[in-house]
């Protein structure tokens, strides 16, 4: 009988460590995806200090490199390979900002878009913990998803702009 007690409190206390443990994995995993996506917006705030815009998004969702040459008249751009890494050649000198992060689960992405050539810009993720106070919410304060936002095998339910974070989706 007492064995039988003492099973059952083992395995009781295994349920709430394997419970704890999966809710401090899902909540490391969005830290990671805020933490890589403040450390893109500094380097997307860098390009465009540099630059005078942001850098446009190609079909994979990535930003796009350019190499700016300030000593010809008129000034000209071009674009150039990214190699992995958000970078600009200005005058032929190599600026790199931010080796492209990953989403710590490898079926998701992180998803950059632009506007009006550089204007403004999104990035986006998926958070896993749908509890999270950033995740975004529709106008009744649900949470909800950025219609149409993939963000790899999900639809993304975190956004930052140029302003901030966004956290109604109306």
Same mark, same amino acid.
């Given at each position: 009988?007492?064995?039988?007690?003492?099973?059952?409190?083992?395995?009781?206390?295994?349920?709430?460590?394997?419970?704890?443990?999966?809710?401090?994995?899902?909540?490391?995993?969005?830290?990671?995806?805020?933490?890589?996506?403040?450390?893109?917006?500094?380097?997307?705030?860098?390009?465009?200090?540099?630059?005078?815009?942001?850098?446009?998004?190609?079909? $994979?969702?990535?930003?796009?490199? @350019?190499?700016? #040459?300030?000593?010809?008249? *008129?000034? =000209?751009?071009?674009?150039? &390979? !990214?190699?992995?890494?958000?970078?600009?050649?200005?005058?032929?000198?190599?600026?790199?900002?931010?080796?492209?992060?990953?989403?710590?689960?490898?079926?998701?992405?992180?998803?950059?878009?632009?506007?009006?050539?550089?204007?403004?810009?999104?990035?986006?993720?998926?958070?896993? $913990?749908?509890?999270?106070?950033? @995740?975004?919410? #529709?106008?009744?304060?649900? *949470?909800? =998803?950025?219609?149409?936002? &993939? !963000?790899?095998?999900?639809?993304?339910?975190?956004?930052?702009?140029?302003?901030?974070?966004?956290?109604?989706?109306?």
């Amino acid at each position: 009988m007492e064995l039988m007690i003492v099973m059952a409190l083992v395995m009781i206390l295994s349920v709430v460590g394997i419970g704890a443990y999966t809710s401090a994995t899902v909540k490391s995993k969005d830290t990671q995806r805020k933490s890589d996506l403040n450390q893109y917006v500094k380097a997307l705030e860098s390009f465009n200090n540099d630059i005078g815009r942001y850098p446009t998004a190609d079909a $994979n969702g990535l930003p796009v490199c @350019v190499s700016l #040459d300030t000593e010809s008249q *008129p000034s =000209t751009i071009t674009v150039m &390979d !990214c190699f992995g890494s958000l970078k600009v050649q200005i005058n032929g000198e190599n600026l790199v900002y931010l080796k492209f992060p990953t989403d710590p689960e490898p079926k998701k992405d992180y998803l950059y878009e632009t506007t009006d050539g550089g204007v403004t810009y999104a990035l986006y993720a998926a958070l896993d $913990n749908m509890e999270d106070r950033d @995740v975004v919410v #529709d106008g009744s304060g649900n *949470p909800t =998803t950025w219609s149409g936002k &993939d !963000c790899g095998n999900v639809e993304c339910n975190y956004k930052i702009t140029e302003t901030g974070l966004q956290r109604v989706n109306e």
